[in-house]
């Protein structure tokens, strides 16, 4: 199959992560595969880098004139992102047969209409994304919390979840991070999570500094890009005293080796579709600490993590405080995790999947043309 990929984001976060992982894995597979990606950034550098062939345009207009001249020479488009699935949707009528779509966000589609419960029709936003969903000739979603809103607008929906591959340890680049960032040898709490209102970093501060409050023996180290959030845990950090305490690292390039030094990781987030930070957490052996928003409950059901609150900063500190106290028991957890998330995370099973749908596709369209 000639398969194209679509993610024209700026960064590098899990949905380029996810991105990538397919490309290489349908490459591996024996299928000619292609990524639509944004000139200069780091998922089209990374793609380049690892031998795939990268289409890299500089904005959105000549993203979507590549499609419109070179979009049916492809047996596959697959958008990766809400908005490349907006260019194939209004090219759906010179592109059908071939759209698939990954949703990788759990967020109601209309917010206030979605907590005031209101029933009766669809409020505008609800219908013109309703439209656009109906464009993909298949739709996929990485946890049943990203397909709840779709299949609630009476779409069919596949879950197909993220994958996660572990990588080789790189003990110099460890050692660096750990004469970096905790030169006391302290104990490691730590996440990877950009500095968003959907992550919630706020309360996570918060937790930490209830934390702290009752031992001093380990250090809090927050990875991750800058966000809307950015000021105001610069902020709290500082008014709550906790420069020593909660180090706000920034952006990893490396983040899968930053779980080498981790004690336990926390993640805080209002909003997940299902976190793949936590599944990284899980096949490097860290146990997990994480709020029951969208997917996480998912992931850490049966045991294979603690789960608390969505905005609760006192569960939080006591779920911390546990995986410090109890590390015979904790690590018993991640054990367990990491065996499951090898077994049902891998990405060759993710690509098995995305085949299969690939491949009713093809079918469709062969028996149509018969």
């Not at 990929?5 to 976060?13: A, V």
């Not at 992982?21 to 299928?31: F, K, V, Y």
């Not at 030094?261 to 899980?282: K, T």
Request: net charge positive; hydrophobic share 45%; with cysteine.
């Amino acid at each position: 199959m000639r398969i194209l990929q679509l993610n024209f984001e700026r960064g590098w976060r899990g949905g380029e992560r996810q991105t990538l992982l397919t490309l290489q894995h349908l490459q591996e597979a024996g299928h000619q595969v292609s990524l639509l990606a944004r000139r200069g950034e780091e998922l089209a550098r990374r793609a380049r880098a690892a031998g795939l062939t990268v289409i890299d345009c500089a904005s959105a207009p000549a993203a979507f004139g590549y499609l419109l001249r070179h979009g049916r020479g492809f047996d596959i488009l697959h958008a990766q992102t809400a908005s490349c699935m907006s260019w194939l949707a209004m090219l759906h009528g010179w592109l059908r047969g071939r759209v698939v779509f990954t949703r990788r966000t759990a967020f109601a589609v209309d917010k206030q209409r979605h907590e005031q419960a209101v029933g009766g029709p669809l409020s505008t936003k609800e219908r013109r994304t309703r439209w656009k969903w109906r464009r993909a000739d298949q739709f996929a979603a990485i946890s049943q919390a990203a397909a709840a809103e779709p299949r609630r607008l009476g779409l069919a929906v596949q879950v197909i979840p993220s994958a996660i591959q572990p990588l080789p340890p790189d003990p110099d680049y460890v050692a660096a991070l750990r004469s970096r960032w905790n030169p006391q040898g302290l104990r490691v709490l730590g996440t990877t999570a950009a500095l968003t209102a959907e992550k919630d970093p706020l309360t996570l501060i918060r937790a930490v500094h209830v934390l702290a409050q009752r031992r001093q023996d380990f250090v809090f180290l927050h990875f991750g890009a800058e966000g809307s959030e950015t000021s105001a845990a610069q902020e709290l950090v500082a008014r709550l005293g906790l420069e020593s305490c909660y180090v706000l690292a920034g952006f990893e390039s490396r983040p899968e080796q930053v779980f080498r030094m981790l004690d336990g990781f926390v993640l805080s987030s209002r909003h997940e579709a299902l976190g793949s930070s936590v599944l990284d957490a899980f096949v490097y052996g860290v146990p997990v600490v994480a709020t029951m928003a969208g997917g996480l409950p998912e992931l850490l059901g049966q045991g294979r993590g603690q789960l608390c609150a969505v905005g609760d900063a006192q569960a939080l500190a006591q779920a911390m405080e546990s995986l410090l106290d109890q590390p015979d028991a904790v690590r018993q957890q991640a054990e367990q995790a990491r065996r499951w998330a090898l077994q049902e995370h891998s990405p060759a099973t993710m690509v098995q999947r995305y085949l299969r749908l690939y491949g009713q596709l093809l079918q469709a369209r062969r028996h149509k043309r018969a």
